[in-house]
């Protein structure tokens, strides 16, 4: 009897790489992001173009070469000999999200940067962690003699006065002064990498919401699902945007499970009328 294999969809796919925190796939998760809008990528192939990168760095080095001088090395070799850096013409582009496009112009935002750029500073054995900076990505790097700050579309090394300078801005939008304000070291720990997948999507949450772009926002919306099953406003924008396109049962089966879960939420009300609406006449 012949064997039947069913090959697993990119969504299924994602979800078996972001099961679980131990050893968690960074740079493959965030390779899969592009699946929605590369249906035929190979992901293996990004990630052995990847490795391909490291080799060539590592050539630079001698074996006992110490982490400052490994550090320096892939600066030169990212930012000055490959040319990596934003793509500040085109910001919201979400090309900048996919990781094949990256590699591809060598071009992108601060946080698909830090993903490659972290990927080849750990293969180089350094201590390279990223951090959830408010409103642009940072990673850090633990060296002998401390830890080094850099923005990963620079590789600028940031001192503790740059960093609460470009802080002040969304500490005083939140009220986060005087007797509120907490200290510099809360916004440098290093994020999770399921967090750093979780604001990738993000990302390109926002992007597709704003051009009301609904059908990319649902495979979005899907991820990160997938990604945090219990963060029930996904759930609510999901079926939200279900409701967009005309997904009648969809939209209810998500607003429901939203309002099943999110006890607590400002929106209840305006959520249930959105339900009642989409339910129609009893």
């Known amino acids: 009897m012949p064997l039947s294999l069913s090959v697993p969809s990119s969504l299924e796919y994602f979800a078996s790489l972001v099961q679980s925190d131990d050893h968690f796939p960074l740079l493959e998760a965030a390779a899969c992001l592009a699946h929605d809008e590369y249906p035929d990528l190979d992901v293996q192939q990004l990630l052995g173009d990847v490795d391909q990168l490291l080799a060539r760095v590592r050539r630079r080095l001698p074996a006992d070469a110490p982490a400052l001088q490994r550090l320096r090395a892939l600066n030169q070799f990212f930012f000055a000999d490959l040319g990596f850096g934003g793509n500040v013409n085109n910001y919201y582009d979400p090309e900048n999200s996919y990781l094949n496009a990256v590699l591809r112009t ?87 990498p399921r967090d750093i997948i979780a604001r990738m999507l993000r990302n390109l949450k926002e992007i597709h919401r704003s051009q009301q772009d609904w059908q990319r926002l649902l495979a979005v919306q899907d991820r990160l699902i997938v990604l945090l099953p219990h963060a029930w406003g996904e759930w609510r924008d999901r079926g939200l945007a279900h409701a967009e396109r005309g997904n009648t049962e969809r939209a209810v089966a998500d607003l429901e499970t939203y309002l099943a879960h999110a006890e607590d939420g400002l929106d209840i009300d305006l959520i249930a009328d959105r339900l009642s609406a989409l339910r129609g006449p009893l």
């Open 106 to 192: 060598r071009r992108g935002i601060p946080i698909s940067l830090a993903v490659l750029w972290m990927e080849l500073a750990q293969g180089l054995g350094l201590h390279a962690r990223g951090i959830a900076f408010p409103g642009h990505f940072m990673v850090k790097v633990l060296l002998p003699k401390g830890q080094v700050v850099l923005d990963p579309v620079t590789g600028q090394s940031l001192s503790r006065e740059e960093l609460a300078e470009r802080l002040e801005p969304y500490k005083r939008q939140r009220g986060l002064v005087d007797d509120y304000d907490v200290p510099l070291g809360l916004y440098l720990q290093a994020a999770m």
